[in-house]
Antibody
Framework: EVQLVESGGGLVQPGRSLRLSCAASGFTFDDCAMHWVRQAPGKGLEWVSGITWNSGSIAYADSVKGRFTISRDNAKNSLYLQMNSLRPEDTALYYC??????????????WGHGTTVTVSS | QSVLTQPPSVSGAPGQRVTISCTGS?????????VHWYQQLPGAAPKLLIYANRNRPSGVPDRFSVSKSGTSASLAITGLQAEDEADYYC?????????????FGGGTKLTVL
């Protein structure tokens, strides 16, 4: 079964850090770009960051550029998101999503259930 | 403000046809990048509905179709059913002076009357 399972979310104070993980199974992980997409409570989807199959190209939304770092470990079938200098507006459900090709400009055909990040004092 | 513009809401009666527009620009849809559509049922993760402008993943009924022209795309749902009530998002790829990025529309809430 093709599956993505996110972990690492929680309650964190503004300015602190958090690291999200996404464990992939059921498909060839290094054949796909991967993404993080978030959804604030009651809001729409916001793409956060993406990474190509070999980590050769990485992109970020302007809202997180310079604070978040995406990475992947193909040997462990895992995707990560290091989030630093967290702000209240980063509060959201964070989804891990599988790209349909090696590069980022394609659809996302598998989504995890998400992990919740709450930034509050 | 989303890079891709969708109407906040649309509605229709069972059996009717509704359309959801997705308007971009010359740096995304107009540059030839594919448009993809997602359906998000209440309380669930998004699900890929249409990819690469017109392709349906296995299991998605042919009641869902897409047209694309210039800097816009449109999702059509025919034979509306109660189970279609959900949020719908379009997505594309954008390249600008600030770099490349995946972009989503703001989402459209479909209400089946």
């Amino acid at each position: 079964e093709v599956q993505l399972v996110e972990s690492g979310g929680g309650l964190v104070q503004p300015g602190r850090s958090l690291r999200l993980s996404c464990a992939a199974s059921g498909f060839t992980f290094d054949d796909c770009a991967m993404h993080w997409v978030r959804q604030a409570p009651g809001k729409g989807l916001e793409w956060v960051s993406g990474i190509t199959w070999n980590s050769g190209s990485i992109a970020y939304a302007d809202s997180v550029k310079g604070r978040f770092t995406i990475s992947r470990d193909n040997a462990k079938n895992s995707l990560y998101l290091q989030m630093n200098s967290l702000r209240p507006e980063d509060t959201a459900l964070y989804y891990c999503a599988k790209g349909m090709a090696l590069y980022m400009a394609y659809g996302m055909d598998v989504w995890g259930h998400g992990t919740t990040v709450t930034v509050s004092s | 403000q989303s890079v891709l513009t969708q109407p906040p809401s649309v509605s229709g009666a069972p059996g009717q046809r509704v359309t959801i527009s997705c308007t971009g620009s010359s740096s995304n849809i107009g540059a030839g990048y594919d448009v993809h559509w997602y359906q998000q049922l209440p309380g669930a993760a998004p699900k890929l509905l249409i990819y690469a402008n017109r392709n349906r993943p296995s299991g998605v009924p042919d009641r869902f179709s897409v047209s694309k022209s210039g800097t816009s795309a449109s999702l059509a749902i025919t034979g509306l059913q109660a189970e279609d009530e959900a949020d719908y998002y379009c997505q594309s790829f954008d390249i600008s002076l600030s770099g490349s990025a995946v972009v989503f529309g703001g989402g459209t809430k479909l209400t089946v009357l």
